[in-house]
């Protein structure tokens, strides 16, 4: 019998997770957009990532049949921007952040890194579909990364922070 879907969603809100903006542009030209934090490395050899989609979002479609997205890792200031992006039925692209960068895809030069894919799978998740993305180019920047932890923005503290502290 499955954990009740409370308790799941209980349990994985203390897990932190990286914050990210995923983008695409289909075939007439139109940028797409999600917020995710289920993202993650899958393999060094070849390199693969997976990102999981809602397959109730109006950008699944998009993504599931482009042959190239970029995953946008956001900095630590950059909470407003994982907002927009989150929120449906807005131009999630007003803000002007996005440009074009690896392959042309629209990204997010200030983020953490950038992961630019090609579409190496989409698996069933339940309600959630898994794309799974080959990286052929990234960007990586000094920044702090934004995470989700216990339902909100954070930013991790550095290392040293964490020793001085034990």
């Given at each position: 019998?499955?954990?009740?879907?409370?308790?799941?969603?209980?349990?994985?809100?203390?897990?932190?997770?990286?914050?990210?903006?995923?983008?695409?542009?289909?075939?007439?030209?139109?940028?797409?957009?999600?917020?995710?934090?289920?993202?993650?490395?899958?393999?060094?050899?070849?390199?693969?990532?997976?990102?999981?989609?809602?397959?109730?979002?109006?950008?699944?479609?998009?993504?599931?049949?482009?042959?190239?997205?970029?995953?946008?890792?956001?900095?630590?200031?950059?909470?407003?921007?994982?907002?927009?992006?989150?929120?449906?039925?807005?131009?999630?692209?007003?803000?002007?952040?996005?440009?074009?960068?690896?392959?042309?895809?629209?990204?997010?030069?200030?983020a953490?890194?950038?992961l630019?894919?090609?579409?190496?799978?989409?698996?069933?998740?339940?309600?959630?579909?898994?794309?799974?993305?080959?990286?052929?180019?990234t960007?990586?920047?000094?920044?702090?990364?934004?995470?989700?932890?216990?339902?909100?923005?954070?930013r991790p503290?550095?290392?040293k922070?964490?020793?001085?502290?034990?």
């Amino acid at each position: 019998m499955p954990a009740p879907a409370t308790d799941f969603t209980l349990a994985l809100s203390r897990v932190p997770s990286p914050v990210t903006v995923v983008t695409t542009t289909d075939a007439t030209g139109r940028h797409w957009g999600f917020t995710a934090s289920s993202f993650s490395s899958l393999s060094l050899d070849p390199p693969l990532i997976l990102v999981c989609p809602a397959k109730s979002a109006g950008s699944h479609r998009a993504f599931v049949t482009a042959d190239r997205f970029m995953v946008n890792v956001l900095a630590a200031d950059q909470a407003d921007i994982a907002a927009r992006f989150a929120r449906a039925g807005t131009d999630k692209f007003a803000g002007g952040e996005m440009v074009p960068c690896e392959f042309g895809l629209p990204g997010l030069p200030s983020a953490v890194a950038r992961l630019a894919c090609t579409r190496y799978d989409v698996l069933d998740g339940g309600d959630h579909s898994i794309l799974v993305g080959h990286v052929d180019a990234t960007g990586v920047t000094a920044r702090a990364p934004l995470v989700y932890h216990d339902r909100d923005f954070a930013r991790p503290a550095p290392a040293k922070e964490l020793t001085a502290a034990l």
